[in-house]
T-cell receptor, first 110, second 113 residues
Framework: RKEVEQDPGPFNVPEGATVAFNCTYS??????FFWYRQDCRKEPKLLMS???SGNEDGRFTAQLNRASQYISLLIRDSKLSDSATYLC???????????FGAGTRLFVKA | EAGVTQFPSHSVIEKGQTVTLRCDPI?????LYWYRRVMGKEIKFLLH????????ESGMPNNRFLAERTGGTYSTLKVQPAELEDSGVYFC???????????FGSGTRLTVV
């Protein structure tokens, strides 16, 4: 089993739709959680950190459930420009080793 | 603020040759990380520097890979001798503190032929 698993994609949604991505992690001692966005042939860019209390940034909402060891990202009112691969990233304790999920590809269509 | 800079952006070398990748982190970022993404796989951690010290190098594939960060500023990742399976995109990232999100460089696409 992979340490970080994401929803298999791709997700194809129309503009304006709401889409949710899930991510599960296996190490209960994991300490920090992030969502990154990666455009084709580009570097990953930090989208948002994920806090235990849940956090929102505009159309994006991230939630963490430590008991169930999953993280979610909700995108409301999807835009064409949201099309990208979304990466779930987990930092583990100890060496603060970073574990990346394989990513979920999102296509938003007009 | 200048971002994380990586050089070269692309490198094509023959099996058995040596290649050195360079990363300049954001100024003041003590934490520097190297990652690699091979075709069709997820991004994998290679190692982590805090200033000039290697904090965690558990992700380094083998002893053909050598990373340095002299003076705690820029870092180099040398592959010697390169093998075909070393092909991929090598990303560098930096962060000001542990546990913070990282800023990634645009990566070096390495092709070993």
């Amino acid at each position: 089993r992979k340490e970080v698993e994401q929803d298999p994609g791709p997700f194809n949604v129309p503009e304006g739709a709401t889409v949710a991505f899930n991510c599960t992690y296996s190490n209960s001692a994991s300490q920090s959680f992030f969502w990154y966005r990666q455009d084709c042939r580009k570097e990953p860019k930090l989208l948002m950190s994920v806090y235990s209390s849940g956090n929102e940034d505009g159309r994006f909402t991230a939630q963490l459930n430590r008991a169930s060891q999953y993280i979610s990202l909700l995108i409301r009112d999807s835009k064409l420009s949201d099309s990208a691969t979304y990466l779930c990233v987990v930092l583990n304790t100890g060496g603060f080793k970073t574990i990346f999920g394989a990513g979920t590809r999102l296509f938003v269509k007009a | 603020e200048a971002g994380v800079t990586q050089f070269p952006s692309h490198s094509v070398i023959e099996k058995g040759q040596t290649v050195t990748l360079r990363c300049d982190p954001i100024s003041g970022h003590d934490n520097l990380y190297w990652y690699r993404r091979v075709m069709g796989k997820e991004i994998k951690f290679l190692l982590h520097f805090v200033k000039e010290s290697k904090q965690d190098e558990s992700g380094m594939p083998n002893n053909r890979f050598l990373a340095e960060r002299t003076g705690g500023t820029y870092s180099t990742l040398k592959v010697q001798p390169a093998e075909l399976e070393d092909s991929g995109v090598y990303f560098c990232a930096s962060s000001p503190k542990l546990g913070y999100g990282y800023t990634f460089g645009s990566g070096t696409r390495l092709t070993v032929v």
